[in-house]
Nanobody, 127 residues
């Protein structure tokens, strides 16, 4: 069983930045693909960004392209989401998740592919 813990959320003014972290534990020797998702109030959870197992592929939702950057520590199940130029519409609970099997390049945005999820961290952007 893999446990994921997100951190780095908080309250920030529009135009500001935050950096989220995701750390995995649980004794697994596998290196997973990692994704970030978010759920805004009253809305479904949506894909935000994903990074492949060795970091050679990254993908972003159109709404965050050019503002958010996903990265990871090499050889570890630790990932980051640098969020710049934040907007009120970025307000949401942000979740990190990991998956092992499957083709990352075609399945990175599919929630059902992810095996483990964190509890989420709240990001609130004030106008």
């Amino acid at each position: 069983q893999v446990q994921l813990v997100e951190s780095g959320g908080g309250l920030v003014q529009a135009g500001g930045s935050l950096r989220l972290s995701c750390a995995a534990s649980g004794g697994t020797s596998r290196i997973y693909h990692i994704g970030w998702f978010r759920r805004a109030p009253g809305k479904e959870r949506n894909f935000v960004a994903g990074i492949s197992r060795i970091g050679d592929n990254t993908y972003y939702a159109d709404s965050v392209k050019g503002r958010f950057t996903i990265s990871r520590d090499s050889g570890k199940n630790t990932a980051y989401l640098q969020m710049n130029n934040l907007k009120p519409e970025d307000t949401a609970v942000y979740y990190c998740a990991v998956f092992w099997s499957g083709l990352f390049t075609s399945e990175y945005a599919r929630e059902g592919k992810y095996n483990y999820w964190g509890q989420g961290t709240q990001v609130t952007v004030s106008s």
